[in-house]
């Protein structure tokens, strides 16, 4: 077990990171959270800001009760959870950053919006209580991280980057720089990606990145397909998952993102491209207007019971009854 620990970043050597860097999150909802554990569990203090008091709360409670699931999947233990929680400061004020070597912007705004007014206000805030050197990053991935940049007096220090869902498992970190993020900015980023066990994927300053521009198509095609009725939901998945050895069916890969937040991705990527390839399925569409949004609502593609996945029964139009 000691080894599946250290395979974890919580050996001793990882401690020596909060000696060098220090975290900041913006936005600590699902992806914040998974943020702040992912972070801290690799050594590094880490404090995240709510819009309020009640939000500080409401995410500690779920940081915990993630870490609960952690325990019980991956053998941890309640000391591994204080250790974690004790690396971890919540607050509403933006000066609680000054001290952070870096900070992620990762808010979760309702819908995609042109020109993002919400995260260029956070990074003009992170600006300014931060050091000079302090690294600013946005997790959004369907932006152009140079329009946020521009927002700021020091824009090389300004990067973008894309923690794929789970964001604690998930092996690789795509990095998005803007056309004039310095060497410094670049190296501090990627001491911080080896720091938490993680490798980086490079992108040169393209919205989408690569992973949110290949899934967008795929799911928005088997979704043709469906309503096509060339074959249903669960043989669509089941044709990629054991013909070409993909974990999840594009379908079961929508759930899972969510059918809300696929929608802003891919509201971002068309505005971007103007291509019809990104342009959101109708269908998926009338499953967020129904408040079927996949995992987190129990009812997507798939209805999920006691966070067992189950098919659904009948045609494409039934589907949210």
Sequence with gaps: MKEKLEDY????????NSDTIKVGIVGCGTMGQELTILVSKSG???VFIEVSEEHVKHSFEQIGMQIDDIISHWGMTAGDKRAILSRIVGSTDYKKLSDCTIVIEAINTKKWVPNQPTRKEVFRNIEKVVAPDALLVSNASTIVISDLASELKRPCRA????????????RVIEVNKCHNTNKESSEALHRFIRAIGKETININGTPGNISTRLIVPMINEACELLMEGVSTVAEIDKTMQMGYGMQRGPFTMADRIGLDKLTKWMEGLYNEYGDPK????????????????????????????????????????????
């Excluded at 970043?9 to 020596?16: F, G, I, V, Y």
């Excluded at 990067?159 to 998930?170: E, L, N, R, W, Y």
């Excluded at 990104?278 to 129990?298: A, E, H, Q, W």
């Design 159 to 170: 990067v973008g980057v894309h923690f794929i869902a789970p964001a604690i498992t998930t």
């Design 44 to 46: 590094i203090d880490v």
């Design 9 to 16: 970043a919580l050996n001793k050597s990882m401690k020596s």
């Design 278 to 321: 990104y342009k959101t399925s109708p269908i998926i569409k009338r499953m967020v207007r129904m408040g079927m949004l996949g995992s987190k609502s129990n009812n997507g593609f798939y209805q999920y019971v006691n966070g067992k996945k189950l098919e659904k029964n009948g045609s494409i139009f039934d589907l949210g009854n």
